[in-house]
């Protein structure tokens, strides 16, 4: 495993899964040791968002979002909300997210994927805080959505991206950031290195999307914090600057978006 001595931020985990049970604990322990210095733990539903609070509680390292993601939509309705919206006045809860549409597995209806992914905008714009887009196969969606409801008003990410670079100029015209996972080491010459090369240096953040998405070395294993490094690695070899300056950049990118990861 890659040691750093630079600071880095894992801005999208997934900390609260039943994968992580066995050992939790071990895991913030590696990435502590390995210059992670914040983690941020992701809400995908009513459930999973109080689980994320809860560990930001817990763990000194480790913020929150509350959200609903597009494969729960089906399930979501009107009393959820009120109840997210409370969530939400924890200062440890940094953003709204995981929201948006997933018209590739559509587990949920997309009509309500799209209905879901709107309440959640409304919250976001009423209590101020930045969203985390999840957007798979339904880009033009998710735009028009964007659009119709302000979301540049908050502002916020496109997580996990990997559309190309002609996608990735009409999400940073919308005033939001792109994060990148370990999949930019899966293959040289891919269109998410072309967005990495060319996107203005203040729009990148780095995420591992634990447990999923394990960077080259370990592909197909448990994803964990810790392996962001290795993401950062090749973010900064696409890019011909050191790990130094790139640690700085995405630190001092990801609180721009999130204002609330502060000190605790």
């Known amino acids: 495993m890659l040691i750093s001595n630079a600071m880095w931020i894992d801005s999208h985990a997934h900390l609260e899964m039943k994968e992580f049970d066995p ?3 071990q895991v913030i322990e590696r990435a502590t040791i390995n ?4 983690i941020i733990t992701i809400g995908t539903d009513l459930e999973s968002s109080r689980k994320a609070l809860a560990l930001a509680k817990t763990y000194q390292i480790i913020w929150a979002t509350v959200g609903f993601h597009p494969h729960d ?3 979501f309705n009107p009393e959820i909300l009120p109840q997210l919206s409370e969530l939400t006045q924890d200062p440890l ?3 709204l997210g995981e929201i948006g549409l997933d018209f590739f597995r559509n587990l949920s209806p997309p009509q309500e994927q799209k209905e879901t992914f709107r309440q959640m ?3 976001a714009r009423e209590v101020r805080l930045p969203i985390i887009i999840h957007d798979r196969e339904a880009h033009a969606e998710v735009l028009t959505i964007l659009r ?3 979301a540049w008003e908050v502002g916020g990410v496109f997580h996990c991206f990997s559309g190309d670079w002609a996608t990735a100029k ?3 015209d919308f005033n939001f950031s792109l994060s990148v996972t370990g999949a930019v080491t899966y293959k040289k010459g891919s269109v998410l290195e072309e967005v990495v090369r060319r996107a203005p240096l203040e729009s990148l953040l780095l995420e591992t999307d634990a447990p999923y998405l394990a960077p080259h070395p370990f592909r197909g294993k448990r994803n964990e914090p810790a392996y962001v490094l290795h993401t950062a690695e090749q973010v900064a070899r696409i890019r011909g600057m050191a790990l130094s300056e790139l640690s700085q950049a995405v630190l001092q990118n990801t609180h721009q978006v999130f204002k609330r990861l502060t000190e605790k």
């Open 170 to 172: 009409q999400c940073l």
């Open 93 to 95: 809860v940094v953003a």
């Open 73 to 75: 939509a089906a399930s």
């Open 23 to 25: 050992d939790r604990p």
């Open 121 to 123: 905008i409304r919250l």
């Open 148 to 150: 119709e409801e302000k």
């Open 35 to 38: 210059g992670i210095t914040r």
